[in-house]
């Protein structure tokens, strides 16, 4: 999946083919990555309407084996992944025994006593590492698998008849958080279906040596219904208006799941102890006690972007930070999700402000997502 060159960059087995189509290329944890190809708003209606094709094969890839496999997850997890069914993903996160969040996961059952456990690409070391250390004791084996797979994403409304002309998987019976191994355009892959856009979307996870001409099989079935390469500048957009966190911004190791009211992710009630236990018991406590920040959505009332950072004001008063802000192409105006305290977190709170470079300017309070597609 990638070319190592000890002075810049990691690259994906698509990047000829990225430049090849005239991509903005950026350095994204390591990794150079299509930034977009033409118009970022293009792409991401493009997602919203029809749909995009990205890819993401600088996720973390490490897969974990053996007899006690689902026991070595409970332990090194919050989640309870020994009743993920096999086919079955699920999202969780892997936490510091203080309780802050290293990274969020999904994790996939291949089979019985097979995971595949998917990082954040800026985290994909950090998390392999963690799994290695919380391995000790236990009959099971983790394998760091990021060469193994280059990873595509077909999103968008279009995305399942476009995926249906190049398979015989059965993709109808392919629920939301699950994945299954199939054949796509002559290629063996996992077909995975947990998009971070707010839109219904598939995963292929492929051998390096076969993603050009995946892309290629996939551009050509989408070229009646507007399927367009897309970059993760547009990533960022979808599913900030979908209200998906992004690690380092809405998730970082000085936040537990309780504070990023994400909570419901920690498990306590599965056997055995697990890394972080008591520390998150103590801020489950906590945050009943005395509520955290909340995690909110803002819309812009005029035309300035907030961005991460900046201080969320109210009476002027600092009452929380801006996390993640953009324009948003959906709502025609600039949004964003920031932790703001719980007296101010109620949608429609009046006097609520951003401070964009010493000016105060006025944000409306709304509910996370801020974009929901219909079913």
Not at 34 to 42: I, K, T, V
Not at 49 to 71: C, K, N, Q, W, Y
Not at 131 to 144: I, N, Q, T
Not at 274 to 298: H, M, N, Q
Request: include cysteine; aromatic fraction near 6%.
């Amino acid at each position: 999946m990638s070319s190592t060159d000890s002075a810049g960059p990691r690259r994906t087995a698509l990047d000829a083919l990225h430049r090849s189509l005239g991509a903005t290329m950026t350095d994204f944890a390591g990794w150079d990555m299509p930034l977009r190809y033409g118009s970022e708003r293009d792409e991401h209606v493009a997602v919203r309407t029809r749909a995009g094709l990205f890819d993401l094969s600088h996720m973390g890839e490490i897969t974990v084996t053996g007899p006690e496999a689902a026991g070595l997850l409970n332990h090194a997890l919050v989640g309870n992944i020994a009743s993920v069914g096999v086919g079955r993903a699920r999202y969780t996160m892997i936490c510091q025994a203080d309780g802050g969040i290293l990274d969020d996961l999904i994790v996939y059952r291949l089979a019985e006593s097979e995971y595949l456990v998917v990082a954040n690409a800026s985290n994909a070391q950090v998390v392999l590492d963690a799994l290695v250390e919380r391995s000790a004791g236990f009959d099971a084996e983790v394998r760091d698998d990021r060469d193994a797979y280059a990873l595509l994403a077909v999103q968008g409304p279009e995305s399942p008849g476009i995926l249906k002309a190049l398979t015989d998987a059965d993709l109808d019976g392919l629920k939301y958080y699950a994945g299954l191994p199939g054949t796509v355009a002559g290629v063996p892959a996992l077909i995975a279906r947990t998009g971070y856009t707010g839109e219904d979307g598939f995963e292929l996870f492929v051998k390096p040596e076969h993603a050009v001409a995946l892309w290629q099989a996939l551009t050509e079935a989408g070229e009646g219904v507007g399927l367009v390469p897309c970059g993760l500048s547009c990533r960022d957009t979808l599913r900030l208006e979908a209200g998906m966190p992004l690690y380092g911004h809405e998730l970082t190791t000085d936040l537990t799941p309780f504070d990023a009211g994400l909570g419901r992710v920690v498990k306590f009630e599965k056997e055995g102890d697990f890394v972080g236990r008591e520390a998150l018991a103590a801020a489950a406590a906590r945050s009943e006690a005395t509520p955290p920040r909340v995690l909110v959505g803002l819309v812009a009332e005029g035309r300035r972007i907030p961005r991460a950072g900046f201080a969320v004001v109210a009476g002027g008063e600092v009452i929380g930070e801006v996390t993640s802000g953009a324009p948003s192409p959906t709502l025609g105006r600039p949004i964003a999700m920031a932790y703001v305290d719980a007296a101010h977190a109620a949608p429609g709170t009046a006097g609520v402000g951003v401070d964009i470079r010493g000016s105060h300017e006025p944000y409306e309070v709304v509910a996370l997502p801020f974009y929901k597609r219909q079913k």
